[in-house]
């Protein structure tokens, strides 16, 4: 939610944050500005609207800087407006701040400033706490510095800040508790951003600043303090990440592009791990953690959308092959119930940000009771891999696209091979029924490549079914989770009211809306509940829904049945939900595409939720 970038050095700044600010955009383009500050002079420039709208807005403005501050926004607190865009001026004008987060007691600070005389010109809670800070600075006579860590300690809910003021030409505060900030290190230069996409092609060394720490970055210094005044050591990493990855390559969309980037990410997430010769699979995270993740009376999965919606499969896959109780929860649900967690109960975090804030912060909630956590993240160095206690990355590579895609089979590989070493471990799988799985996982890379190549079969569906108001989508057993995952996808991107059941549980409602007029998208492949689902669609036809299937490749019956169909290759059914949710992505990206939408940024939606 909302991404932020800072440029201090030598280079001018408005460039480098202008680019930033497009390659964050996927956090929210609701609106977005800029802040510059030369010679004593601070300039704020902002407009409603995406990235683009304001920089066709700059065009003739003076830009010339070698520090700034910009801001892309997803509405929290007001609406998307130019006004309630950021970068927000203090009231003397004298300090300009970007915010990502919530300052859930803002009202109450606001009236305690009100009371003092101050007045505001937006409706957002950022404002108030840059005044609550500059009211700190002016009367306590505190230096900025000071001033914004006392103001810190009183505010409740999620930041990172950015701070520029009128009369420090080169200094940039910048301070975070449950929002994301990352410090690029150049040769006299620094770069702040929300994740490492804007600073990836200056410099590759890093600094992941923690929460409740406050940076004081200048074009030669990096200062890393807490909130109490102490100085850190900040630790410098290096990025594992190349340019390449976070732009399009020749894609109309990156939803597109990480849709067909799915065999070499799967490849890649394989890669190393599992070696189907040797019928091994090595993942130092679930290796070095066997016993407590084998031992565990039960597993919990936490996760938010579709994230979930792979826990949910787990859930199938771990107790089928582990033999252990798992339980998927809701993240925003769990943080806010009071769930029984003992000492040792394992919990898996999934997470494509690593970043959402429900997620993570159930998960602080669950470590503090003892529980042992396993964070399935594809953000490397994201905050719910840095607080889990162990964990396996996906290694999609970023994911750009609103729509998770290529994170979501990411998961469900690294999760497939999670349970394959805890039944192995555990002794409650076969060797013969290991070795198929393992040899059925390695092949899946190829069989995607096989189904991309049926995507115009998928279009011309789409584009036949694109004025629908709304579908229906139905799966059992290992696919039940990947019909709510084609109904989340094809909501988000095609705005088409879409509901995911599973097959069997139609007939208790769902079915009253059945009639000529509706699309009912079946998952029907060849497994163990096949002839159940062929029953259902026999229901549907009944009433003269319109059938589309996914079918297996030589089946004749389900294509008999359905208006339209898509075969995809053979699978285990446990293999099989890395499969039947790929046509599902092309089908919601051309009906999207079809319908003029912006599919990599849909209305309302952010990538990466950091609100409640
Ligand atoms: C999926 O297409 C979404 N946009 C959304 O549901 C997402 O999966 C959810 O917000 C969880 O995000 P995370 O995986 O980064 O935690």
Not at 477 to 503: R, W
């Amino acid at each position: 939610m909302c991404g932020i970038v800072g440029y201090t050095g030598h280079r001018q700044a408005y460039p480098v944050i202008l680019k930033g600010l497009k390659r964050l955009e996927y956090r929210g383009y609701d609106s977005s500005g800029v802040a510059l500050l030369k010679d004593g002079v601070l300039n704020i420039y902002k407009k409603k609207g995406k990235v683009a709208e304001l920089e066709e807005s700059m065009i003739g403005k003076n830009i010339d800087a070698h520090i700034g501050i910009g801001h892309t926004r997803w509405a929290t607190h007001g609406e998307p407006s130019d006004r309630n865009a950021h970068p927000h001026s203090s009231a003397s004008g004298k300090l300009a701040m970007i915010h990502n987060g919530i300052i859930e007691n803002y009202a109450q600070i606001k009236q305690e400033l009100i009371n003092k005389g101050y007045s505001f010109s937006s409706d957002t809670d950022t404002e108030v706490l840059l005044n609550f800070i500059e009211d700190i600075h002016k009367n306590n006579g505190s230096t900025l510095e000071e001033a914004v860590r006392i103001a810190l300690k009183r505010v409740i809910g999620a930041y990172c800040i950015l701070l520029i003021e009128q009369d420090n030409p080169d200094t940039i505060i910048a301070a975070r508790k449950g929002s994301p900030l990352v410090i690029g290190i150049g040769k006299g230069e620094h770069f702040l951003a929300s994740d490492a996409s804007p600073i990836i092609e200056y410099t590759k060394e890093v600094v992941y600043v923690n929460d409740y720490e406050l940076a004081i970055v200048k074009p030669d210094e990096l200062i890393l303090k807490n909130l109490g005044n102490e100085k850190i050591t900040p630790y410098i990493t290096k990025l594992d990440m190349e340019l390449a990855a976070i732009e399009k390559g020749g894609y109309d969309h990156f939803m597109i592009k990480e849709i067909f980037e799915q065999p070499s990410t799967i490849h890649d997430c394989l890669r190393g791990r599992l070696d189907a010769k040797e019928g091994q699979i090595r993942m130092s995270g679930i290796d070095h953690n066997i016993e407590q993740l084998a031992n565990a009376s039960r597993i919990m999965i936490v996760a938010c959308g579709t994230s979930w919606h792979a826990g949910l499969v787990a859930e199938y896959i771990i107790e089928e092959l582990c033999r252990i109780p798992v339980e998927v929860e809701y993240a925003s649900e769990f943080r806010y119930r009071n769930p029984i967690i003992h000492k040792g109960d394992v919990i898996i975090a999934i997470s494509q940000s690593g970043e959402t804030a429900d997620t993570l912060v159930a998960l602080e909630k669950a470590k503090e009771n003892g529980a042992f956590i396993f964070g399935v993240v594809n953000a490397v160095g994201s905050s719910i891999a840095r607080i889990s206690h162990a964990g396996a990355y996906t290694h999609a590579g970023p994911e750009i696209g609103v729509a998770s895609t290529k994170a979501f089979t990411g998961q469900l590989a690294v999760l497939m091979m999670m349970a394959l070493n805890i039944a192995k471990h555990k002794g409650t799988i076969t060797m013969d029924r290991y070795q198929t799985l393992v040899s059925e996982l390695e092949a899946v890379p190829e069989k995607v490549s096989e189904i991309l190549k049926g995507t115009e079969q998928i279009k011309a569906i789409a584009e036949k079914y694109k004025d629908a108001s709304d579908f229906l989508f139905l799966g059992r057993g290992y696919n039940f989770p990947v019909a709510l995952e084609g109904a989340l996808k094809l909501k988000e991107i095609s705005y088409i009211h879409a509901e995911g059941y599973p097959a069997a549980e139609m007939k208790h409602g769902p079915i009253a809306l059945v009639d000529e007029t509706l699309p009912v998208v079946f998952i029907a492949t060849k497994d163990l509940y096949h002839e159940k689902v062929v029953s259902n669609m026999q229901e549907i036809k009944a009433r003269k829904g319109k059938i589309i299937s996914i079918v297996t490749q030589g089946d004749t019956h389900s294509p008999s049945l359905s208006n339209d169909y898509f075969a995809i290759p053979l699978a285990d059914e446990l293999i099989a939900p890395i499969l039947t949710v790929i046509p599902l992505q092309l089908l919601s990206y051309y009906v999207g595409i079809a319908k003029g939408i912006d599919v990599d940024k849909p209305r309302n939606l952010a990538k990466s939720v950091t609100v409640e």
